[in-house]
């Protein structure tokens, strides 16, 4: 069964951290592009950043640079978001998507599995 579980969400202080994580299973992350996205109510979903597991290629929105991390483990079979230096409005939902294309777009149309979904609150 292809599934894809996130953790490492939670309420954080403005400026504080968090390393969210997207636990594969049922396939193998090295053939496919993943896709972090987050989505607040009433707003669309928005891309946050990807990587392509074949050649570790990577893209982050351009709002995130330099606060945000996309990284691997492929032991793991699991994909990473540090998140640094939190701010109030990077409060949301967060998602991890898999894409077989291997492309790496912050657009969610081509992902086709997504994880539950792990709620990060920044706040004091």
């Known amino acids: 069964q292809v599934q894809l579980v996130e953790s490492g969400g939670g309420l954080v202080q403005p400026g504080g951290s968090l390393r969210l994580s997207c636990a594969a299973s049922?396939?193998?992350?090295?053939?496919?592009?993943i896709g972090w996205f987050r989505q607040t109510p009433g707003k669309e979903r928005e891309g946050v950043s990807c990587?392509?597991?074949?050649?570790?290629?990577?893209y982050y929105a351009d709002s995130l640079k330099g606060r945000f991390t996309i990284s691997r483990d492929n032991a793991k079979n699991t994909v990473y978001l540090q998140m640094n230096n939190l701010k109030p409005e990077d409060t949301a939902v967060y998602y991890c998507?898999?894409?077989?294309?291997?492309?790496?777009?912050?657009?969610?149309?081509?992902?086709?599995?997504w994880g539950q979904g792990t709620q990060v609150t920044v706040s004091s």
């Open positions: 998507a898999s894409d077989p294309s291997q492309f790496c777009t912050l657009l969610p149309d081509p992902y086709d599995y």
């Open positions: 990587m392509i597991l074949s050649n570790g290629s990577t």
């Open positions: 049922g396939f193998t992350l090295n053939y496919y592009g």
